[in-house]
């Protein structure tokens, strides 16, 4: 007898931006893990492809492409297969307080968490590589809905993206195509050591979780594959938390 599970992405092809680091590289294999076929972006092709011989056996796909070149995310598009899932991950962070940003700091952190996505997702709509009742989640971030100092840029970049993502959805809906945010809290990966925060400043800064620590990209990785698959087939337009217990970052 077959084990009952809801949440399989055996015969789903999803493609997963950011899957060069952190969260981004933990959603894949465990996609992969889950029986998906992955398509995985990111920039740095030595980091991509350690992820790439880390996904579990299939017929899976390298896209190394920066996503601020609309040229080159034509080009990716044009090469993707038809996709039944797509989690957009890439993102930076950022920290400068309010009164020091300059144009460009703006335009690096909007270009890349907001400006990108977005592009890449209407690339994707006009190529028509999405099928129906597909599902799209974007990795937002707490941060959206948590004024902390130096973070300006990167909530509003967060915000807009999440925004964004609940249009999406309205307008997708009619296709059963499924689109939803998560929000996760302080999770251990690089993009979190910014603005000469130390390790030790973070250790402590953990404690105050109700759960005692912060997240692994595993974590969101389990609501990512959840978002993606079948069992969450009346979910669609939601922002979902993921913190350990924290209501805001701060
Ligand atoms: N860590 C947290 O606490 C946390 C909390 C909430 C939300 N998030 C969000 O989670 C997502 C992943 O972050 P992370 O923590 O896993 O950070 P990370 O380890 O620094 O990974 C960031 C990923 O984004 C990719 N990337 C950045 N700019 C790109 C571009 N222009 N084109 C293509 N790929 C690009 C990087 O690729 P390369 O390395 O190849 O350049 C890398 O794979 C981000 O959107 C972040 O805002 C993180």
Redesign the pocket.
Known sequence: MDTFNPFSLVGKTVLV??????????IAVACSRMGATVVI????RQ??QDTFVSLAEGRHQMA??????QTAVRDMVETLPLLQGIV??????QRVLCKQLTEADLDMVM???FK?PVMLQTEILRQKKLVKAASVVF?????AESPTIGNSM?CSS?GALTAYANCLAVELAPRLIRVNC???????????FKGGITEEDLREDEKKYPLKR??T?ED?ANLAIYLLSDASSWMTGSNVKISGGVYKLG
């Open positions: 931006t950011g899957a060069s680091s952190g969260i981004g590289r933990g972006n990111g920039r740095n980091r991509l190394v492409t920066d996503l601020n070149d957009h991950c890439a993102g930076i962070g270009d890349t968490n990108a990795i937002s971030s707490i941060a990167y967060k998560i929000m996760p809290a302080m999770v251990w990966t690089d993009l979190i912060y997240g990209p969101i």
